[in-house]
C-alpha cells in the first residue's frame, strides 16, 4: 500500500489544512493527478499524487489541519477494484490532530537543531514558546532559562490586544490579515540566520537581446507575445547548463539537481511574494517560457497553484520590473543555494571599444550560499549569463 | 542553649576526636607507624601514649598489609581499632586487605562476619612532598562496594566524623588533609548533624552549585565569598561522604540552581567528580541550564616547586573565573 502524505511545500510549512478531497475511495489515480485541496499560508494549493493506483482509503477528513509528513490516503498500486470492500473501516484518531489545537513549535516539527539548554527547553515546551526565535546569551550561543522567560515575558509586554510573534499561536490566530508576510517572514528568517551569503554584481547590455526580442514579437500575435522576464529565465536555465553547482539544494551537503526548476518570484497585490516553479526551463523555449508565466502569474496572484509549483524550484530569480530600483540583493530561498537579481531595465552610458553608446541595462547580482558555492563559480554564472544573453538567437 | 564556638587547629580537632573515641569504649584502640612513641607523622597522636598506655596506642611494624590486616582482624574479633595509614600513598600496600577482605566479609560470610574497623588516612596535595606523597586517591576507594568512604575537607568534620564513623559496623575509610593540619578555625562544640551518611550544604546559594569535597570545601567557601562581593550567588556543597554518595542532596541543589560547577583536587579522568557529573546528567538533566563544569587537579605527577604544585590543584581564583564564566559566557 502506497501512503500519501501531507506534502511539504516549502521550507516554511509546518502543516496544512485539508479543505477538499477531489478523489474518493475506489477512484483511480495516476501521477499528476490532483487529489486534494489543501490550506497553507500561501493559500489554497491543489496537491498532486505521484503513483499510480486506486484511492484505498481517505484517512483524515476534510477540515481537518494535519502536520507535514501526516499520512492523508492510502493508494492501492494495484488496481483490483473489489479489493477496496474488503478493507474494513478502522477509524484511526491519533493521526489526527483538530484545528483547534496549538500548532506545534516548528522546532519541535522541523528538523533543525537549536543549541539550548534542556531546562531552557523544558520552559519553552510548557509555554509553547518557538526556540528558532530566541537569541541565546548562554555558552557558544546556547539559549539559557534567562532567554526563554526575558521571551515570555516580552511576549506578556507585547500582548496588549496582538500576541507576540515568538509565541507560536495557531496560524489562524497569529495573523489572519496576512498568513502569506508570516510564510515569507519564516522562511527569509531562516536564510538570514543560517546561510552565509555572499554577493555578486555583473551589468549586462540587453541591446541585442531585447532587439532579437522585439523582432520576434512583430511576428506573434498579442496575447503570446514576449516579455524580457521569459528571455532572462531562458538565459538564467541556459547558463544553469554551464554552471550546475547553482541549480542544488543544500541539506548537511550540496545536492545537485538535475532538473533546473526556476522559481520565479511573483509580488502578491496585497503584500508578500509566491514563488512558483517553472519546471524545466532548460527544455523549453523562450515561446514556452512566456506561456509558462501567463499561466501561472495569474494562478499565483490567486494563490491557487499546485503542489509541484511550490515546491520543485532549484533556484529563484527575482526581477523588479520597469522603472523600479536598479539592483536588487536577493535572500537565498532556503533549501536553494542561490537566487538571481534583476533590476530595472534602463538605459545607461556604455562604453565599448573606445568609444561612449547608449544601451538598454540591467544589473544582475547573484546570491550565493557560501556553504555551497564560491564567489568564483558565482562569477563564472554571471560571465555565461552575458554571453547567452549576447546570443539572443541561441537561446 | 548557648552556641559554643571553639578555635581549634585541624589537628587538634582530629586529635579531640581519637580522645573522645579512646575514652568513650576500652575495645577502641589506635594502631599505627610511630602513633605511640613518635605522637604519629603528623603529630596527631602526641600525648595520647600517656593517657591510654601501651595497649591502647600501638606502634607497628613497617608493614601496612600487615598491620591493616591485623586491624581488621581485631575489628572481627570484636574490638574497635582505629588504624592510622600514614599517607593514602602507603595504602596501596594494604589495598588488597582493604578491597578484598574488609570490603567482602560481610558478603562472602552470608551476613554472619561484620568487621567495624576504621582506618584513617592522611592525604591530599599542597606539602611539596614531591610526585609520590601527593595524592587524591579518595576515588579509588569510592569506587570499592562495601565501604564507606568519608573526606574531612572542614575542622568540624575533623573533630567529629569519626566518633560518628565508630559507630558504624561496617569498614570506614577516613581521608585527612595533611596541608590543612595547622589551619585554625572556628567549629561549634557538638554540632548536630555530622553523620555518616549526608553531604553538607556549607553555604546556601541560588546561582550555581559548587559541588566538592576535601581541600576544596574551604577554597569554595572562599571563592562564594568573593563572587557574593560581585553579585553572584552561589551554594557549596561539601560531599563528605565519598561512598554511598549522598546523591539526594547535590541533586536537590542543582535542581534548585540549575548550574553546576564540581571541585576537586584529584585528577579528573574516572574520578569523584566524573561520577557526580554523571548523575547530575542522568537524574536532573532536565534542570539543566548550562553543562556541567568540573575544576580538577592538571593530569600530571604533582611537581615538587611550591608555585607549580600551586597551579597543578584549582584555587580559589580558579574557582571564582569559572563560576563567572558559567553565569556570564
Known amino acids: ?395 | 542553649m548557648i552556641e559554643n564556638k571553639i578555635k581549634i587547629s585541624y589537628r587538634e580537632a582530629l586529635k579531640q576526636g581519637l580522645q573522645e573515641v579512646l575514652r568513650s569504649d576500652d575495645r577502641v584502640f589506635l594502631m599505627g607507624e610511630d602513633v605511640g612513641h613518635y605522637g604519629g607523622a603528623f603529630a596527631v597522636s602526641k600525648g595520647l601514649l600517656q593517657e591510654f598506655g601501651e595497649e591502647r596506642i600501638m606502634d607497628v611494624p613497617l608493614s601496612e598489609s600487615g598491620f591493616v590486616g591485623a586491624g581488621i582482624g581485631a575489628a572481627i574479633a570484636g574490638m574497635k581499632p582505629v588504624v592510622e595509614v600514614m599517607t593514602v600513598n602507603f595504602s596501596l600496600l594494604a589495598m588488597d586487605q582493604i578491597v578484598n577482605n574488609a570490603a567482602t566479609l560481610l558478603h562472602m560470610s552470608g551476613g554472619q562476619i561484620n568487621v567495624p574497623v576504621v582506618i584513617r588516612m592522611g592525604c591530599g596535595i599542597g606539602r611539596q612532598l614531591a610526585a609520590q606523597h601527593s595524592h587524591s586517591w579518595e576515588s579509588f576507594y569510592a569506587h570499592i562496594p562495601g565501604l564507606i568512604v568519608l573526606s574531612a575537607g572542614t575542622h568540624e568534620d575533623a573533630r567529629y566524623l569519626l566518633p560518628a564513623a565508630m559507630k558504624s559496623p561496617d569498614p570506614v575509610i577516613i581521608f585527612e588533609y595533611t596541608s590543612m593540619l595547622n589551619m585554625e578555625n572556628e567549629i561549634q562544640d557538638n554540632p548536630a548533624g555530622v553523620d555518616i551518611s549526608k553531604a553538607k550544604i556549607r553555604r546556601e546559594g541560588r546561582e550555581i552549585s559548587i559541588i566538592t569535597y576535601g581541600t576544596g570545601v574551604y577554597k569554595s567557601m572562599e571563592a562564594a565569598e568573593e563572587l557574593a562581593s560581585m553579585g553572584i550567588d552561589a551554594e557549596v556543597i561539601d560531599l563528605r561522604v565519598l561512598r554511598p554518595l549522598d546523591e539526594a542532596t547535590f541533586l536537590a541543589s542543582v535542581s534548585k540552581t540549575h548550574r553546576a560547577l564540581i571541585v576537586e583536587d584529584a585528577w579528573r579522568s574516572v574520578s569523584i567528580s566524573s561520577e557526580i557529573s554523571a548523575r547530575i546528567s542522568e537524574k536532573v538533566f532536565y534542570e539543566l541550564d548550562a553543562p556541567v563544569k568540573r575544576l580538577c587537579g592538571l593530569e600530571v605527577p604533582i611537581p615538587y616547586p611550591a608555585h607549580l604544585e600551586d597551579s597543578s590543584v584549582p584555587q580559589k581564583k580558579d574557582i571564582v573565573n569559572e563560576v563567572q564564566k558559567i553565569l556570564n559566557p
Do not use: C
Open chain 1, 1 to 395: 500500500m502506497i501512503e500519501f502524505t501531507m506534502p511539504s511545500l516549502g521550507a516554511d510549512m509546518a502543516d496544512g489544512t485539508l479543505v477538499e478531497w477531489l478523489k474518493k475511495p475506489g477512484d483511480q489515480v495516476k501521477r499528476g493527478d490532483i487529489i486534494a485541496t489543501v490550506e497553507t499560508q500561501k493559500g489554497l494549493i491543489d496537491i498532486e499524487v505521484f503513483d499510480e493506483g486506486t484511492i484505498e482509503k481517505l484517512m483524515i477528513d476534510e477540515d481537518t489541519k494535519v502536520p507535514v509528513g501526516t499520512l492523508m490516503a492510502l493508494i492501492n498500486p494495484e488496481k483490483k477494484i473489489e479489493s477496496q470492500k474488503a478493507i474494513p473501516d478502522i477509524t484511526e484518531e491519533p493521526v489526527i490532530q483538530p484545528t483547534e489545537e496549538k500548532a506545534i513549535p516548528a522546532f519541535l516539527t522541523e528538523n533543525i537543531h537549536i543549541k539550548a539548554s534542556p531546562l531552557a527547553r523544558k520552559i519553552a515546551a510548557e509555554n509553547n514558546i518557538d526556540l528558532l526565535q530566541i537569541n541565546g546569551s548562554g555558552e557558544n550561543g546556547a539559549i539559557t532559562r534567562k532567554d526563554v522567560e526575558g521571551a515570555i515575558e516580552q511576549g506578556k509586554l507585547v500582548q496588549g490586544k496582538e500576541k507576540s510573534s515568538i509565541v507560536a499561536e495557531p496560524i489562524k490566530e497569529q495573523n489572519i490579515s496576512n498568513p502569506v508576510r508570516s510564510a515569507v517572514a519564516a522562511a527569509m528568517s531562516r536564510s538570514n540566520r543560517e546561510i552565509p551569503h555572499y554577493y555578486l554584481e555583473k551589468k549586462i547590455d540587453l541591446k541585442k537581446a531585447l532587439a532579437w526580442m522585439y523582432g520576434k514579437n512583430k511576428e506573434l500575435p498579442v496575447q503570446k507575445r514576449l516579455l524580457p522576464a521569459a528571455l532572462l529565465i531562458k538565459a538564467v536555465a541556459s547558463s544553469l547548463k554551464v554552471v550546475p553547482e547553482l541549480n542544488a539544494v543544500w541539506d548537511t551537503d550540496l545536492q545537485l539537481k538535475t532538473e533546473i526548476n526556476i522559481g520565479f518570484v511573483v509580488s502578491l497585490r496585497n503584500g508578500g511574494i509566491i514563488v512558483p516553479a517553472i519546471h524545466a526551463a532548460d527544455l523549453k523555449s523562450v515561446d514556452e517560457i512566456m506561456e509558462n508565466l501567463n499561466d501561472i502569474i495569474p494562478r499565483a496572484r490567486a494563490l491557487r497553484l499546485r503542489s509541484s509549483e511550490l515546491s520543485d524550484s532549484t533556484i529563484t530569480i527575482t526581477s523588479i520590473g520597469d522603472g523600479g530600483a536598479d539592483l536588487v540583493y536577493g535572500i537565498i530561498y532556503p533549501p536553494q543555494v542561490a537566487i538571481i537579481g534583476f533590476g530595472s531595465i534602463s538605459e545607461q552610458a556604455f562604453a565599448e571599444n573606445g568609444l561612449l553608446g547608449v544601451r538598454p541595462m540591467v544589473r544582475v547580482s547573484l546570491a550565493g550560499d557560501h556553504r555551497a558555492s564560491d564567489g568564483l563559480t558565482g562569477s563564472r554564472f554571471l560571465v555565461a549569463l552575458n554571453n547567452h544573453l549576447q546570443n539572443p538567437e541561441a537561446l
